[in-house]
Nanobody
Framework: QVQLVESAGGSVQAGGSLRLSCAAS????????MGWFRQAPGKEREFVSA????????NYADSVKGRFTVSRDNAKSTAYLQMNSLKPEDTAVYYC?????????????????WGQGTQVTVSS
């Protein structure tokens, strides 16, 4: 069992930045693909980004490409999501997730462990 603990989100104005972190309680962090998802009120959960086990491969939703950057530090068992140029439509609860596998998946159903979620609010 892997526990994922996310950092606190926050409230920012449009155009601002936030960085989320996700700390994993496992010594085999490098064996997991890490993903970020979000869910806005009244909407389904959607894929945001994913990063491969060694950090070389990344994938982004079109809606965040060029604004968000995913990264990881395997020595610290932590994944990060740097969010720049935030827009009101980025307002959501953000979740990190871990997948015991090789491929970067955009389907949340293919992730094995989930964080508790953290609220990000962007005001106009």
């Amino acid at each position: 069992q892997v526990q994922l603990v996310e950092s606190a989100g926050g409230s920012v104005q449009a155009g601002g930045s936030l960085r989320l972190s996700c700390a994993a309680s496992t010594r085999t962090f490098s064996s997991y693909v890490m993903g970020w998802f979000r869910q806005a009120p009244g909407k389904e959960r959607e894929f945001v980004s994913a990063i491969g086990r060694d950090g070389f491969y990344t994938n982004y939703a079109d809606s965040v490409k060029g604004r968000f950057t995913v990264s990881r530090d395997n020595a610290k068992s932590t994944a990060y999501l740097q969010m720049n140029s935030l827009k009101p439509e980025d307002t959501a609860v953000y979740y990190c997730a871990a997948r015991d596998g090789t491929y970067l998946r955009t389907n949340g159903g293919q992730y094995d462990f989930w964080g508790q979620g953290t609220q990000v609010t962007v005001s106009s």
